[in-house]
């Protein structure tokens, strides 16, 4: 029975139907009984802190009942995580979450730049309201010595991978998921997180005059909605420290997170040309 067909039974769904683009799990879209729609994760649990899921599923909690736009996290039969045992012998968790319908915007269009980057200051005005965690420093902070970091102002929680593939538009409402990598930093970080995202992307497709479109815009709408500027040369050193943390997990795949300990040697062989194409800064 394969892990689509397993779900139906443990959703109780309808149908079940996997789709792409997770790197830290498998992802399906969840049709149930009632006609209703979700998104159901399946995650290694040999590869996940069970605490920290958890910790993490609060934090997302928390944050959708004060902002909306946040997708939930939502129970199956009364519970947040679910531990399944599967076919091949290895145990995973389930977690779902609410579906978000509509369109992702596209980084090469200047007024979808500006729209995510107004939506990532309201995301941290809204994480600014929680109360403090127990959620560590996002990954990529965690990489290098504290003292290697910019100093970039007071830290608070963090998305810790806003990008477009992330977001979807309908109605004029831009709703937020995938929260698996949130965590505590200065919220420069997460902008520039974001420009590199954008940045690695255009390397792979090949269309690297996109970035600097993107960036512009980007950053024009996150300092519209948030009325002060960000430094360049600080979104500059995180840029470089993400390119750094990159370079050390490829050398180390112990220690990186999920979606590239497991991705493929072709996958691997991609991240080393952009790393090299891209070879941070020393400071």
Same mark, same amino acid.
């Given at each position: 029975? &394969?892990?689509? *067909?397993?779900?139906?039974? /443990?959703?109780?769904?309808?149908?079940?139907?996997?789709?792409?683009?997770?790197?830290?799990? $498998?992802?399906?879209? /969840?049709?149930?009984?009632? &006609?209703? @729609?979700?998104?159901?994760?399946?995650?290694?649990?040999?590869?996940?802190? $069970? +605490?920290?899921?958890?910790?993490?599923?609060?934090?997302?909690?928390? =944050?959708?009942?004060?902002?909306?736009?946040?997708?939930?996290?939502?129970?199956?039969?009364?519970?947040?995580?679910? *531990?399944?045992?599967?076919?091949?012998?290895?145990?995973?968790?389930?977690?779902?979450?609410?579906?978000?319908? &509509?369109?992702?915007?596209?980084?090469?269009?200047?007024?979808?730049?500006?729209?995510?980057?107004?939506?990532?200051?309201?995301?941290?005005?809204?994480?600014?309201? +929680?109360?403090?965690?127990?959620?560590?420093? @996002?990954?990529?902070?965690? %990489?290098?010595?504290?003292?290697? =970091?910019?100093?970039?102002?007071?830290?608070?929680? #963090?998305?810790?991978?806003?990008?477009?593939?992330?977001?979807? *538009?309908?109605?004029?409402?831009?709703?937020?998921?995938?929260?698996?990598?949130?965590?505590?930093?200065?919220?420069?970080?997460?902008?520039?997180?974001?420009?590199?995202?954008?940045?690695?992307?255009?390397?792979? +497709?090949?269309?690297?005059?996109?970035?600097?479109?993107?960036?512009?815009?980007?950053?024009?709408?996150? /300092?519209?909605?948030?009325?002060?500027? /960000?430094?360049?040369? %600080? +979104?500059? $050193?995180?840029?470089?420290?993400?390119?750094?943390? #990159?370079?050390?997990?490829?050398?180390?795949?112990?220690?990186?997170?999920?979606?590239?300990?497991?991705?493929?040697?072709?996958?691997?062989?991609?991240?080393?040309?952009?790393?090299?194409?891209?070879?941070?800064?020393?400071?």
């Amino acid at each position: 029975m &394969g892990l689509a *067909e397993r779900l139906v039974g /443990v959703l109780a769904a309808d149908e079940v139907e996997e789709l792409g683009g997770g790197h830290q799990s $498998r992802v399906f879209r /969840v049709v149930s009984h009632n &006609g209703g @729609v979700a998104v159901a994760k399946v995650l290694d649990a040999s590869m996940v802190d $069970r +605490l920290e899921l958890e910790a993490r599923l609060d934090v997302t909690t928390a =944050l959708a009942d004060l902002d909306p736009r946040v997708c939930r996290p939502l129970l199956i039969a009364r519970q947040r995580v679910t *531990e399944v045992t599967f076919a091949d012998g290895e145990d995973r968790y389930v977690v779902c979450f609410e579906f978000a319908d &509509g369109l992702a915007p596209d980084p090469a269009k200047a007024a979808d730049a500006q729209r995510m980057g107004t939506t990532l200051w309201q995301l941290h005005a809204s994480m600014r309201q +929680l109360q403090p965690t127990s959620l560590p420093l @996002v990954t990529a902070l965690r %990489t290098v010595p504290a003292d290697g =970091l910019p100093a970039a102002g007071a830290r608070q929680l #963090l998305h810790g991978d806003f990008n477009a593939s992330n977001l979807r *538009e309908a109605g004029g409402v831009v709703r937020i998921f995938d929260l698996d990598d949130c965590g505590y930093g200065a919220p420069a970080f997460d902008i520039a997180n974001a420009l590199y995202m954008v940045l690695f992307d255009s390397f792979a +497709l090949g269309t690297e005059q996109i970035y600097e479109t993107f960036r512009r815009s980007f950053l024009a709408g996150y /300092v519209c909605a948030s009325g002060s500027s /960000v430094p360049e040369e %600080t +979104l500059d $050193r995180f840029i470089d420290l993400r390119i750094q943390a #990159l370079h050390a997990w490829l050398d180390d795949l112990d220690s990186a997170p999920i979606g590239i300990r497991t991705a493929s040697r072709a996958w691997h062989a991609t991240l080393r040309s952009f790393v090299a194409r891209h070879p941070p800064a020393t400071y």
